[in-house]
Structures are given as C-alpha cells and as structure tokens.
C-alpha cells in the first residue's frame, strides 16, 4: 500500500479491566495474547534445548555414558513434540496475534475471547506431555511420530501424550479460523487482499492447512487411543487393520505440517528484506500463488516420508515427482527474495542478517530435501541422520531463524526501544556459526549409514559426532545472547525507537507509535 | 475516516477462556488415569466434565446476552458465518481421515493380507473377504446390513432436513409457529435417529457378536456410525438450544445467525450420513 491517513492511533483508553495475574488470564487484547504465545513458545523452545542438549551429550561418545536407552528415546521423541508443537508453531502464532491486526488495520482479531482460550489451552497440553515424563514407564519414546505399533504398546505417558496433541489440535484450530476470519473480514477499507503484507497471506493459507490438516491427526491418535485401549484393530494386522495405514494418515498431517512451520517465516523474510534492500518486494503476486500452490501440493506428496515402508513402484514414482514438483515454487520464493536484493541499498542491521543467513542455510535443506526427495536415494538415507540434518536445516535455519529475524525486526514496535545492534549481532553469528558446526555434519554421518534416534554408534562416527555436540552446545549458549537483547528492550535499556525505526519500513505497523498502544486502529485507517 | 464505519464489537475481558483450559486439563488427565486404573481417574475426569458445561454455559449465555442487547453489528456477524464455515471445514477433515482409513483397509490392507505372498509365509487359511475381523479372529460376528434399520434412519434423518429447511422458511416468513414446529420436529427426529442407533449397537453386540473388537470391520464400524452419533447429538443439543432461544422470543427476521449456523450443522452431519450410509452399510 502507498498511503495512509495518519494519526489512526487513540491511545486514551484507561485500563479498566483486571489488573496483575487476572489481566493475563482473562485478556482480550491480541497484543497481550501475542506476547503470551511468544513467552510460552520460548520457554518451551528453552526446554526442548535441554532436551536436546542431553541427547547431545549422550551421544559425544560412543558407548553409554549418561542416560539409559529408554530414556535416550523419550528425549528424542519429547524433543520433536515439543520443538514442533510447543516452540515453533506457537511462536508463528504469536506473531500472528501481534503483527496481523497491525498489518491489515483491524483493531483486534475476529474473536478476541477465543483467542484468549486458543492461548490458555498450551499450557495445559504443555503440562500433560512434560508431566508424561513423570508417570510410571515415563513419556513416550515412540519418536515424534508416533508410530503404530510401537505407540500402541507404550505406558501411560503415551495417552498423555495423545491427549496433549488433542488438545494442542484445538487450540490450532481456533487459533487458525480466527486469523483466516481476520484476514478475510476484517481489513481495513481499501486494504485489498493483494495489497496485503506478505506475512498476512502466508499466514492465512497456513491456517488453511492447519484446519485441513490437524483434525486428521486428531484422528490418527484417536485410532492410537481406540487400539490401545478399546480393543479395536486400525494398526494390528492380526484384526485386519496395517501399521503402514498409520503412516499415511499421520504424514497426510505431517507434510502439510511443516510448511505450516514454514510458510509463515516465509512471510516474515518477505517483509524484511524489502525493507533493508530498500526496494519493494520482487514479483508480489508469484510469491502469493507461490505459496498457494505449495499449500496444495503439500496434500499430495506425503508418502516421501515412506519410501522405505514398502509400496508399489508406481506410487513411489508418484510421490518422488510430486515431490520434486514443490522444489518449483520453493525455488519462485528464493527467486524472488534475492531478486528483490538484486541492485538495492542494502544495510545489513541484525533482522537482515538473520533473513540473509536463512535463504543460504534455508535453501541447503530444501536441497537435501529434494536429494530425499528421490526414491532410490532415499532408501539408503531414509532413517539416517542424512534427515536429521535436512530437517534441521529446513526447521532451524529456516523456521527459527525466521523467527528470530521477525522478533528483531518487531522489537522496537513491541518494546518501543531499539536492541542493541552489537547483542543481536553476536547472536546471529554466534547462532550460523554453531548451527552449522552441529548439522552440516550430520549429513556425512547419514551418508555413511548413522541412523537416526539411537543412543550409541559405531566407532568410524565418533568424530562426527563429538563435532556436533559442540556445536550443539555452542548453540544452545547462543540463545542465552537473545534474552539479554530482550531483556535489555523491555526493560528500557536503549535508544528509544520512532514510530518506523527503519528508514523504508512499508506497512501499516509502522503508522502507529513504538511501543504500540493497547488498542490501536479501533477507527481503521483507510489504504490508498 | 470514513463515514459508514461501524466499530467492531470487542469483548471484555472473560474469565471463561481459564476455566475451559481448566475443564479439558481435567478431562485430560482424569481420562489418563481412568484408562490406566490409578488415581481417581473418574472423579477427575467429571469434575473437568461439570466444569465444562458450566463454561459453555456461560460463555454462550453471554454471546447470546451481547447478541442479543445488539452489539454485534454486520462485521461480527460475517466473522461468524465465515469462522462457522471453517469450523465444519475442520469438521469434514476428520470425516475425511476415517473415511481415508476404511478406504485404504478395505482396497489395500485386506487384499494385501489374503495376497498370496501374506497367506503362504504368515496368514495361512485368511481368506481376503470383506467384512472380516482379520486372519486372527476370534470369533464370529454377522455384518451390519444396511436395508433395515439404517436405511430407516437415512429416511429419518433426510426427512429432518426437511423439517428444519421449513422451521427456516417460517423464521423468513414470521411465522414463529412454523418456526417453533419445524424447530421440534427436527430435534424429535434427530432423538429418533439417536434411538434407532443406539437400538442397532445393541442389536450388534447382543444377537451379532459385532463388537468394537471384532477386528477392522468393528473397528471402522464402531468409529465412524459412533463419532457421527456424537456429532449428530451436538447437532440435536445445538437445535434444541436454537429452539428454546425462539421460545425466548429471540431471533428477527434478518437475524438469526445462530439458527443457521446449527442448520448448517445439521446438514453436514446429514451429508456425513449419506456416505457413511453408503460406504459403511451398503457397498
Ligand atoms: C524443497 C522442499 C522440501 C523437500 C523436497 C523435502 C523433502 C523431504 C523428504 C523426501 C523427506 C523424507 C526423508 C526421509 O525420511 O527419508 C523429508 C523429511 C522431513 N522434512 Fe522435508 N522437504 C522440504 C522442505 C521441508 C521444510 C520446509 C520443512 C520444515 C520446515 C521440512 C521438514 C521435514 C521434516 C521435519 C522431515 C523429517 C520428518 C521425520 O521423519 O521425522 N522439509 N523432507
Ligand atoms: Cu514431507
């Protein structure tokens, strides 16, 4: 959009509801529930870092040193679960709730008391699948996705576990109609779809997918829950039913699951380097149709997680072709995002760092996911840590990094004070750097036949292996760098930030001052 | 500013939301524990069970309260006939995930199972046949034929389409009887429906032997008639809620979302019907 008309801003509202704890727990303002979403996604991104940590500490060394093999599998499975459900999906959602009213000149999101229940339910999931790794037998250790049969004969943790995604699922669901119900209903005037930001249409096509995608899970662990304790046979082949049905329905979720974890930081690196190559987004509408056809084709390529189960060769021609097929748009985006670079002024502030970092390290995953992609490879990485690698590149250095851009870029209108350009260096550098010492190695280590999720190796890893772990260590240090950068923010520790803390910031967000006011747009501004 | 904006309605804040999350913690957990006989699995679980009604209660009591005082003005009222819309997206999804299950059993996995290969090295004797309960039956069970009962229910339930599509031309009409009788109807049908079921899960355990265990076919069985059930129930509850909200004198001419939204409801668990009719009892 070009112009606004200004001073859209009435910041005369008094506080006049609950006050301390009850104000977080009752609120109804999208600013207040975002920051919740972030805080939480974070906390769970610091737990599942411990996790992490110790299955990397584990496996320094060959041999057994520090934890049992049961409980080696419960971390590997709770650090998926918990990353993927409770870090980086909550997080995207955060920045919906902050960012998408701003955005679209809407004064809160469509159901602002649902979007307060859509929060308050992570908790408690949260509590029922940390909690799993304190009952008898402890959490499940039938790796993130839960495969029959193995789900079928774990303890208790398992069905903790399967209500948690339940009720993760609809805490999904709420939160993925409101934001379609935003965006659809409640732009301000003018603000056409296609003049929409970026980050407004990848988030509603990922709410899309996360409303076609999570009641099919909920169903794969209901059979879970029906077959381990009704007596009904869906997984077992003795009763008639097949433990590969569970693969497809699961990855008939899981596929479109994890452009649900990508598409929206796609959205937020769309916003950001226009901004820092002081130039308007490359070629707007591909990146919108773009992102639409990898929605769609997302729901058709599921079976590349399973070409070692065992199907028929034309299906898996099948499914490698489509496969490939959505390397094409992934390939328009990138095109995009450097083209938009192409002959700009660039500035390199950290938001910008961390958007550069991931395209780089972005699009090696999506390489080695389409080296995955080919059948007759596969077979020999499927299971190694050749998958590790690539699904960390693809989450870490693009999810995460992602998100860390956007959080840099939006810090000054949350906190109204500028981070400290130094601190949020060191935190991007420190972070690429380790990153990669802990993952690029992982490919060789797949190429070489580690599988994946085991708590001892052969000999001929060791070295690999001791690399990574540092790495991981060095890593996990790294993120202590970005509390100190928002600490320092929220508690005033630095230059005050303006209304657009960035010279070619385009956008409605930057129309209104920094920090944002509690209520902002309750009159929508009009878009020319 | 422009001159027809109409501010949209935002709430308070509430304190529903917290007691929600508290409800399903509850039925969380006490589930947990009821299935795994420790702890007082049961009580847990009703008290997350009564604490849900009563936010449900409450939390729709007062969309109907603010509803009804007008402050929703025409935007909000989009925002619910989209997020309704949405909503029985969702719906579909997890219809389409167990009707992707029974398709996938009864063209891959059975035929797969009695495939030469299977029958010679693992399953010998297991003759591919649907309805089966798998090359490791137990016991006997007689299918569920579809030309009594259920055929009986797919009239029930169409004619109760009907009903309520005429409850809704009495609403445009102002004519509150029409109203109120189809709105009566439709729900007395939906219980007959609801009867007829739990009559026939009676009839399969007692005199078929087909139970929830009696391998894939109980299994597909039991889930998909058994989640419709639920879902034709909310259904029922939500017109019954429509119908006592029309007694209440509640409802005008141009607005009533509420009652379309349930009737939207109601004929997307009729539509579920259908297929289920067809694929489940018939084919
Ligand atoms: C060009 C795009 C991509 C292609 C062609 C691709 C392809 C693949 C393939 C073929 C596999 C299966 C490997 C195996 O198990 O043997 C895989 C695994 C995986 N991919 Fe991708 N991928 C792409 C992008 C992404 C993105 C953007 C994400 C998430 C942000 C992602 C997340 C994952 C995850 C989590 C797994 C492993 C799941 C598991 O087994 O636990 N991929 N990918
Ligand atoms: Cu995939």
Redesign the pocket.
């Given at each position: 959009m070009s112009a606004v008309t200004p001073d859209q801003v009435h910041d005369d509202h008094h506080h006049h509801g609950p006050t301390g704890l009850m104000r977080w727990i009752t609120t109804t303002n999208h600013k207040d529930i975002g920051t919740m979403y972030l805080i939480f996604s974070f906390i769970m991104f610091l737990s599942g870092g411990v996790m992490a940590l110790t299955i990397r500490a584990e496996l320094f060394q060959p041999g057994m040193q520090i934890v049992q093999p049961e409980f080696f599998n419960q971390l590997t499975t709770m650090h998926g679960l918990v990353m993927v459900f409770g870090a980086i999906m909550p997080a995207f959602v955060g920045f919906a709730n902050w960012m998408l009213p701003l955005m679209i000149g809407a004064s809160d999101m469509a159901f602002a008391r649902m979007n307060n229940w859509s929060f308050w339910l992570l908790p408690v999931a949260a509590i029922l699948l940390i909690g799993s790794f304190f009952v008898p037998g402890g959490a499940t250790a039938a790796g993130?996705?839960l495969y029959a049969p193995l789900s079928v004969q774990m303890g208790m943790g398992m069905d903790l576990t399967i209500f948690a995604v339940h009720i993760m699922g609809i805490s999904s669901i709420m939160g993925a109609i409101n934001i379609v119900v935003t965006v659809l209903n409640m732009r301000a005037p003018g603000m056409t779809m296609m003049k929409m930001p970026l980050f407004c249409w990848t988030w509603l096509i990922t709410a899309y997918l996360l409303i076609a995608v999570m009641p099919v899970l909920a169903g794969a662990v209901t059979m879970i829950l029906t077959d381990r304790h009704f007596g009904t046979s869906f997984f077992n082949a003795a009763g008639g039913g097949d433990p590969v049905l569970y693969q497809h329905v699961f990855w008939f979720f899981g596929h479109p699951e994890?452009?649900i974890?990508?598409l929206p930081a796609f959205g937020i690196v769309s916003e950001i380097i226009p901004t820092f190559a002081r130039k308007p987004l490359f070629g707007y509408a591909s990146m919108v149709y773009a992102t639409a056809s990898i929605a769609i084709l997302s729901f058709v390529v599921w079976a590349?997680?399973m070409?070692t189960t065992g199907m028929p060769a034309a299906t898996q021609l099948f499914f490698m072709y489509a496969?490939m097929l959505?390397?094409v748009p992934?390939g328009v985006k990138v095109f995009n995002w450097v083209a938009t670079m192409w002959r700009g002024s660039m500035t390199f502030e950290t938001p910008m760092l961390w958007a550069t970092g991931f395209i780089f390290v972005f699009t090696m995953?999506?390489f080695t996911?389409?080296i995955?992609?080919i059948a007759p490879i596969?077979i020999q990485?499927?299971?190694t840590y050749y998958?590790v690698a690539?699904?960390h590149y693809?989450?870490v250095a693009?999810?995460l990094f992602a998100l860390f851009a956007g959080a840099y870029y939006w810090l000054p209108k949350w906190t109204g004070v500028m981070y400290s350009e130094f601190i949020g260096k060191l935190h991007f550098w420190c972070s690429i750097i380790f990153f990669n010492i802990t993952f690029f190695p992982m490919h060789f280590l797949g190429l070489a036949g580690m599988p994946r999720r085991i708590p001892d190796y052969a000999l001929q890893f060791a070295d690999f292996n001791a690399l990574a772990s540092i790495g991981a260590f060095g890593f996990g240090l790294s993120q202590l760098i970005f509390i100190v950068a928002v600490v320092k923010c929220v508690r005033g520790d630095g230059k005050k930030a303006a209304a657009s803390p960035w010279e070619d910031a385009q956008g409605l967000e930057w129309t209104v001052p920094s920090p944002a006011p509690h209520h902002t747009f309750e009159i929508p501004p009009v878009v020319k | 500013m422009s001159p027809t904006f109409e501010k949209y309605f935002v709430p308070e804040p509430s304190k529903f939301p917290i007691f929600g999350s508290f409800a399903l913690l509850c039925i969380g957990a006490g589930s947990v524990m009821w299935l795994n006989h420790t702890g007082p699995g049961p009580l847990v679980f009703f008290v997350g069970l009564a604490t849900l009604i009563y936010m449900l209660f409450g939390w729709f009591g007062q969309v109907i309260r603010e509803s009804e005082s007008g402050q929703y003005g025409k935007n909000v009222d989009a925002s619910f006939r989209w997020s309704m819309g949405w909503f029985i997206f969702s719906e579909v999804m997890f219809f389409f995930a167990f009707f992707g299950v029974l398709f996938y059993v009864r063209v891959i996995a059975v035929p797969s199972l009695g495939s030469e290969e299977s029958v010679s090295v693992l399953w010998q004797g297991f003759e591919a046949v649907w309805p089966t309960a798998g090359p490791r039956a137990e016991e006997a069970f007689s299918p569920m034929g579809a030309w009594g009962i259920p055929a009986l229910n797919t009239l029930i339930l169409l004619t109760s389409g009907a009903t309520l599509t005429w409850a809704h031309w009495g609403m445009m009409k102002d004519n509150r009887t029409q109203l109120k009788l189809g709105l009566l109807l439709t729900v007395l049908l939906g219980a007959l429906f609801m009867g007829f079921q739990i009559y026939e899960y009676m009839h399969a355990y007692g005199e078929m032997n087909l139970k929830m265990t009696s391998g894939i076919y109980g299994s597909t069985f039991y889930m998909m008639t058994g989640f419709h059930g639920l879902h034709v129930t909310i259904g029922a509850i939500m017109l019954l809620v429509m119908l006592f909200r029309v007694m209440a004198g509640h409802f005008t001419k141009d607005n009533h979302f509420a009652f379309e939204a349930a009737a939207w409801y109601w004929h997307f668990v009729d539509v579920v019907w259908l297929v289920l009719f067809v694929v489940v009892y018939w084919l």
């Open positions: 993130w996705t994890v452009y974890m990508i590349h997680h070409f496969t959505i390397a992934t995953g999506g996911g389409l995955c992609a596969d990485v499927q299971d998958v690539h699904f693809v989450l693009g999810s | -």
